[in-house]
């Protein structure tokens, strides 16, 4: 960050692999912070009060204050320096008052609290700041049962999503909600056995006046029925909803209809679509009986692809028909008419419940119709709730398009000695040369998030208008 001046280098979360716990949200907000800002009110007057620089007591009570209304303020006693700075640094745990006090506070108060109090002066490279520091705190923290969905944002880049102020203080919420719910002394942390937070919305003192649980104070319930909307591109066609997941699936499939995009709604998923039935497609999963025929469709395009130094010297084709036979690899395609496959796509289940897509290839007579497009997006719709992961070698700008206009983004990578952020993988052997390790070229990987998140974010952006 050019035009930030850090206070304290040693507040940065660079150093000693800070957690996520309200003294690392703090250290962040200290290290950023170029302007005066306003705390709780001062002893004396009762009033706001400003300070020609910021203080660590000042990042503490401005956190502990978005758990309170605007109208309490003034009467909300002030943490004083004594009691404060052990709590930045991280020491001992936050006041057991102000612990009770987040347990009956709603998500929604803590996210408009953090918008007015924290975000509004907070200028671009700040932000940035802030939503890198966040994720690097993130990263260093083991966050158990992912309630909160902290998941969702990680490799999630501040150009591609942050930079949108519903998804920055929904991320900024979460990982505050996340902080005031657990330990934050660091000589007692044990990652084996944090808080958990119960709920984003823990039951109030009054349940039957306050709790909230389907959100139904906004405009959007949390609770509305998800509707998948099927609407044909470029057609004056009925729109088809289902209120089913595996119907929807099967609807596609057993029409042989092709996904061209996916939007979103704050109650919807909106699968646009073509007919590539009457193409002459047909859409089924690979059958061991298609197996063959795959490994000859790969087999036929194997110059296409940029062999990695972790295939040992393997190649596609028999990578491909070794994951298909042992059923580490699950393929669906689009078949001509006679049984040959005219675009394929594979992916497997990872043990961190993302899925991961390997193999993308569309036969050379049928590229440019979408057919690996349709494919992707089906997929995306078989696992709406997960990430998916992919990549491929960085002068691959077909297949890279094709990522994009799926919903993909570049996965980048940080490099803490550099500070620099990189989305290229030195990795793929150059066959001019296979034998110089000093020629690699890069590979770019891709990730997309789940389509329910898509549909949350959509909803937040609605219920703040």
């Known amino acids: ?35 005066d800002i306003w705390i709780l009110p001062c002893e ?24 309170e209304e605007d109208k309490n303020l003034e009467y909300v006693e002030a943490i004083e320096s004594n009691r404060a700075t052990p709590v930045f640094h991280g020491t001992v745990d936050i ?58 944002f990680q490799g999630v880049q501040y150009e591609s999503k942050g930079k949108d102020e519903t998804v920055f203080c929904l991320f900024a919420t979460s990982a505050i909600i996340f902080a005031l719910s657990r330990s934050n002394d660091k000589w007692k942390i044990n990652e084996s056995n944090m808080y958990r937070p119960t709920a984003t919305n823990i ?52 029409k042989n209809l092709l996904i061209t995009r996916i939007e979103y709604e704050p109650k919807a998923i909106r699968l646009c679509y073509r ?10 999963r690979v059958e061991s009986r298609d197996i063959n025929k795959i490994y000859e469709f790969v087999k036929g395009s194997h110059d296409e692809f940029r062999e990695k130094v972790s295939w040992r010297g393997r190649n596609i084709e028999d990578m491909t028909l070794n994951g298909l036979k042992k059923e580490v690899w699950t393929g669906y395609a689009y078949f001509y008419s006679n049984g ?46 997960q990430r998916l992961f992919t990549g491929t070698y960085e002068e691959n700008i077909a297949m890279r398009k094709t990522l994009e206009n799926c919903g993909f983004t570049i996965n980048y990578f940080y490099d803490k000695g550099s500070k620099v952020y990189t989305g290229f993988v030195r990795e793929r052997i150059d066959k001019t040369d296979p034998q110089n390790m000093l020629k690699l070229t890069n590979s770019v990987y ?17 219920n703040n208008k």
């Open 95 to 152: 006041p057991e008052r102000i612990r009770r006090k987040a347990e009956s506070c709603s998500t929604e108060l803590i996210k408009s609290n953090f918008k007015n109090r924290i975000y509004r002066y907070l200028d671009e490279n700040q932000r940035k700041y802030f939503w890198d520091g966040i994720q690097e705190l993130v990263e260093n923290t083991n966050i158990a049962d992912d309630i909160l969905r902290l998941g969702d």
């Open 275 to 284: 007919d590539a039935g009457a193409e002459g497609y047909t859409l089924r």
């Open 340 to 385: 040959k496959p005219a675009a394929y796509v594979d992916y497997k289940l990872r043990v961190d419940s993302d899925i991961e897509m390997g193999v993308a290839l569309t036969d050379k007579t049928s590229r440019k119709k979408s057919l690996s497009t349709g494919l992707i997006n089906y997929c995306r719709l078989m696992f709406m709730s």
């Open 446 to 462: 891709y990730y997309a998030n789940s389509l329910l998140f898509g549909v949350r974010c959509a909803a937040e952006k609605s």
């Open 44 to 67: 004396r007057t009762g009033e706001l009060e400003t300070h020609p620089r910021t203080r660590k007591k000042d990042t503490i009570n401005l956190l502990f204050s978005l758990i």
């Open 1 to 35: 960050m050019e035009n930030v001046k850090l206070k304290d280098e040693n507040m940065t979360t660079g150093t000693e692999k800070e957690r996520l716990t309200v003294s690392g949200i703090c250290k962040i907000v200290y290290a950023i912070w170029q302007r």
């Open 203 to 254: 039951l109030p003192e009054d349940i039957r006046q306050k709790y909230d649980p389907y959100t139904l104070t906004g405009r959007h319930s949390h609770s509305s029925a998800l509707q998948f909307k099927l609407i044909k591109d470029g057609a004056f066609a009925p729109t088809v909803i289902f209120y089913s997941q595996e119907k929807a699936l099967g609807y596609v499939r057993g």
